[in-house]
């Protein structure tokens, strides 16, 4: 049996979401050449449109369509605190707990030196501008409770308090090993409320 | 925190792929359009690409960027002999033991009236103009042999048998409940050997 282009193309591509092996991949395309090429349509029109539209909050490094977030916009918010996440998800973890008035910094991962994701790959110094703006009075580490989420928040602080800045972790409330998106809001609440300086 | 246009519409849409639901179709999001661009973009264009491309045989019933893919029109297969299958996964499962030198039809699906699949959607009238060309003599059922399998090779035995033609299923050397992607070659081989008349 000969090889088909277009077909083998995308199932290749398909390889590229996280989780998706090579059988998954093969499965899918089949899927949606023959049950819903609709799906498939819109998949790959999203796919494009959003690759021209979002991008990283000019401030915060969240995923936004403008150049600066809704969020980093409102006034409402406290500009002396600044909560640093490891992704949108963690933030919207931490907003629906309502414990948390401040801003936030979302590094769009963690360090993971094993994995090769190193300081630079995290925006520490997108971070570091941002911590120094002079209006940040307190930075509230909100990374995961694991192995990277912990070294990313120790490397974190040591740079920030070695910029004179107030650094201060979530409390344990959260379990050790246990990472914010499966954990319930009222845990993280009281984490919040009992954040330490660190 | 507002929604985002453009990043919820392509979450949204990964969830039309098989076996996606809402929290990896996110985790996708985020990953692509944080550490993969470059990925999303090729998942974008293969995915548009492959629907103007790919089609399904008109003799065959398989995805072919041509009118009819190249195994029906090798004029060294055996066009006495024709082998229905489920899927094109199944096709290559059989093409790989080499002991099958016939055509095939492939249904792109299986009977599964609980999932409100009926015989108009696995491509029945075409598989039995297809059967009826007045040169196939022998119909070969390799559909699965679990539930769904049986009972679709059933149908089109029934169907098949009306009209004069012999119908045979491939031996039981498949294990019951097994489905043949997951089958080793050497058992498909003498299931193949060992098939006998309906
Ligand atoms: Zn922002
Ligand atoms: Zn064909």
């Known amino acids: 049996m000969k090889s088909l282009g277009s077909l083998e193309q995308l199932s290749e591509a398909l390889r590229r979401l996280p989780g998706v092996g090579p059988k998954s991949a093969l499965r899918m395309t089949y899927h949606l050449l023959q049950h819903d090429r609709e799906g498939a349509e819109l998949i790959g029109r999203a796919m494009l449109s959003a690759l021209n539209m979002v991008h990283n909050c000019s401030l915060c490094n969240t995923f936004t369509e403008n150049e600066t977030c809704e969020l980093c916009l409102n006034q ?57 703006d002079g209006q940040v009075r307190e930075v509230v580490l909100a990374t995961n409770f694991n192995n990277e989420g912990e070294a990313t928040a120790h490397y974190i602080s040591e740079t920030l308090k070695a910029r004179g800045l107030l650094v201060s972790r979530l409390a344990r409330g959260v379990p050790v090993g246990g990472e914010l998106e499966y954990v319930d809001p009222g845990t993280i609440a009281r984490a919040m409320l009992d954040r330490r300086v660190t």
């Open 76 to 132: 409402e918010r406290e500009r002396s605190m600044l909560c640093v996440v490891e992704s949108p998800s963690d933030q919207l973890m931490i907003e629906q707990t309502m414990t948390y008035k401040g801003l936030y910094f979302v590094l769009m991962g963690r360090l993971s030196p094993l994995d090769g994701v190193g300081p630079q790959h995290i925006h520490l110094e997108k971070l570091v501008r941002r911590a120094t």
